[in-house]
């Protein structure tokens, strides 16, 4: 029996769908098996949310516009291979990066512990082998050079990139996944840290604004 079958089944009519459809607006073509990841993914977060308090997001079908297709949006724009999510939470954006592109190798990174145990629930069942969970805040973490360091909800635009400036290979980038309103925290940025693209970013079924601001160190192309 495919073990992912009975956390699947325990999700309300309509996530799948809603899925389908999002994934497809998205222009986002998944294998069976990325499918059931992703389902999955879903069943244990609504399942884990109602013990942990994970997310503020309860409803199910909610979360998968507002975590899963949110994540999924900025799949297009990540190219690793090494991938660093600061201040992951429960695994997002990374987990969901890691199922749609398994060529990533993700590092999640929280110093939360409930939220970590999770993302290691969620590494065990989804057998993720190109995920690393680790439990350690940003200013005590020393890991290796990363193509591309991301974040979608951690910190401001500034403090971002100053906790981690010494994360990003000499050509990385960084990715903040950012609703309206960053221009003014883009003024504040450090000395030698230009921002390279920006990218506005259509989330199914969310009619807030999203956007994706990739940030390099100067004379970096």
Not at 69 to 81: C, E, F, K, R
Not at 152 to 165: E, K
């Amino acid at each position: 029996m495919n073990p992912l079958q009975p956390l699947i089944a325990s999700l309300p009519t309509g996530v799948a769908t809603r899925l389908d459809e999002g994934l497809a607006a998205l222009n986002l073509r998944i294998s069976p098996l990325q499918r059931e990841q992703l389902l999955a993914l879903l069943a244990l977060l609504h399942k884990w949310n109602k013990a942990y308090n994970l997310t503020a997001v309860r409803d199910v079908e909610e979360m998968v516009s507002r975590h899963v297709l949110d994540s999924a949006a900025v799949a297009p724009y990540v190219h690793g291979p090494r991938l660093l999510d600061v201040g992951a939470g429960p695994g997002l954006p990374g987990l969901v990066l890691a199922i749609l592109k398994p060529e990533l190798q993700v590092t999640l990174l929280d110093s939360n512990g409930k939220k970590v145990r999770f993302q290691r629930q969620a590494v065990m069942e989804l057998a993720l082998n190109n995920v690393t969970p680790t439990q350690v805040r940003v200013e005590q973490f020393n890991g290796q050079a990363f193509d591309q360091v991301i974040s979608r909800a951690f910190a401001s635009l500034v403090d971002f990139v100053i906790l981690t400036q010494a994360l990003p290979a000499a050509d990385g980038q960084w990715l903040a996944m950012k609703g309206p309103g960053a221009d003014e925290e883009l003024k504040q940025l450090p000395p030698g840290i230009v921002l390279q693209e920006r990218h506005l970013l259509s989330v199914p079924f969310e009619t807030a604004e999203r956007q994706l601001l990739i940030l390099t160190p100067k004379g970096v192309e």
